[in-house]
């Protein structure tokens, strides 16, 4: 079992950039696939980005190509979320989550086993 803890959120300005981290403990993060998800306020829990295990490929929503980064540390067992020119829209709490039987990066949050706490974005215009 792994124990996620994210970090790294906060209140920005439209057009800025924040750069979430998420810590593992309890087993070494290169045997999940890793991947980010947020809510906001009276919505469903959305698929962001992933890695693979190796960090060899990582996938996003369409909505956020291009301004956000999934990287991986497996030696340090970290993951991070660089989120670039930020909107309002991308106001949630941002969530870390672990897939322990798949290889690939898979979208749908029933089939992550393990999950952070959550950390609060919010987009200022």
């Known amino acids: 079992q792994v124990q996620l803890v994210e970090s790294g959120g906060g209140l920005v300005q439209a057009g800025g950039s924040l750069r979430l981290s998420c810590a593992a403990s309890?087993?070494?993060?290169?045997?999940?696939?890793m991947g980010w998800f947020r809510q906001a306020p009276g919505k469903e829990r959305e698929f962001v980005g992933g890695i693979s295990r190796i960090g060899s490929n990582s996938y996003y929503v369409d909505s956020v190509k291009g301004r956000f980064t999934v990287a991986r540390d497996n030696a340090k067992n970290t993951v991070t979320l660089q989120m670039n020119s930020l909107k309002p829209e991308d106001t949630a709490v941002y969530y870390c989550?672990?897939?322990?039987?798949?290889?690939?990066?898979?979208?749908?949050?029933?089939?992550?086993?393990?999950w952070g706490q959550g950390t609060q974005v919010t987009v200022s215009s």
């Open positions: 989550a672990a897939d322990r039987s798949s290889v690939l990066v898979r979208n749908d949050p029933k089939l992550y086993d393990y």
């Open positions: 309890g087993r070494t993060v290169s045997n999940y696939v």
